[in-house]
T-cell receptor, first 111, second 113 residues
Framework: GDSVTQMEGPVTLSEEAFLTINCTYTATGYPSLFWYVQYPGEGLQLLLKATKADDKGSNKGFEATYRKETTSFHLEKGSVQVSDSAVYFCALKDSSYKLIFGSGTRLLVRP | GAGVSQSPSNKVTEKGKDVELRCDPISGHTALYWYRQRLGQGLEFLIYFQGNSAPDKSGLPSDRFSAERTGESVSTLTIQRTQQEDSAVYLC???????????FGQGTRLTVV
């Protein structure tokens, strides 16, 4: 069945470092792809999305590009802040509109 | 309200008791999802409703778990004869039809003692 694989965490970075969190997927057809973020003690929020190949989603300095050829949707940010510390979830919506999540990657940014 | 509303926000129950968790989706959203998130873990898919179609129950972990949805409105997740391993945050989300993004409620934290 369809699935999402994320890099294992935690990822620990210093403030202003470059961030990449890898996400790859397996799906039939052409899913929509999402990144959600869960800040400490809070609920899940949509961070960004992409609905077709080569689309780039962006929000709050984060970016991810829908790469059909590599079935990837890696999350990037040029300069992380302490306030970016959170758990990041990659997800896809498949052809039956079922929403499937990866296992999450915890990011810790040190001052 | 404007967002997905879940109630109660916290529930403590004794092992063996039944519990009902409620989710009010965003008005007009035809899709509704339930997930379970154990402490420090990812999101475990439980069940998915889409309009009047038969729900996708493939994630329900046992026959103690069931869920219903009234039309395109409220959903109730019922756990019978609760066990300690059922302790988790239960998250509900809703979305418009199709590939639209899902919006999450704040969750119900269930503790079975």
């Amino acid at each position: 069945g369809d699935s999402v694989t994320q890099m294992e965490g935690p990822v620990t970075l210093s403030e202003e470092a470059f961030l990449t969190i890898n996400c790859t997927y397996t799906a039939t057809g052409y899913p929509s792809l999402f990144w959600y973020v869960q800040y400490p003690g809070e609920g899940l929020q949509l961070l960004l999305k992409a609905t077709k190949a080569d689309d780039k989603g962006s929000n709050k300095g984060f970016e991810a590009t829908y790469r059909k050829e590599t079935t990837s949707f890696h999350l990037e940010k040029g300069s992380v802040q302490v306030s970016d510390s959170a758990v990041y979830f990659c997800a896809l919506k498949d052809s039956s509109y079922k929403l499937i999540f990866g296992s999450g990657t915890r990011l810790l940014v040190r001052p | 309200g404007a967002g997905v509303s879940q109630s109660p926000s916290n529930k403590v129950t004794e092992k063996g008791k039944d519990v009902e968790l409620r989710c009010d989706p965003i008005s007009g959203h035809t899709a509704l999802y339930w997930y379970r998130q154990r402490l420090g873990q990812g999101l475990e898919f439980l069940i998915y409703f889409q309009g009047n179609s038969a729900p996708d129950k493939s994630g329900l972990p046992s026959d103690r778990f069931s869920a219903e949805r009234t039309g395109e409105s409220v959903s109730t997740l019922t756990i019978q004869r609760t066990q300690q391993e059922d302790s988790a945050v239960y998250l509900c989300a809703s979305s418009l039809q199709g590939f639209s993004e899902a919006f999450f409620g704040q969750g119900t934290r269930l503790t079975v003692v």
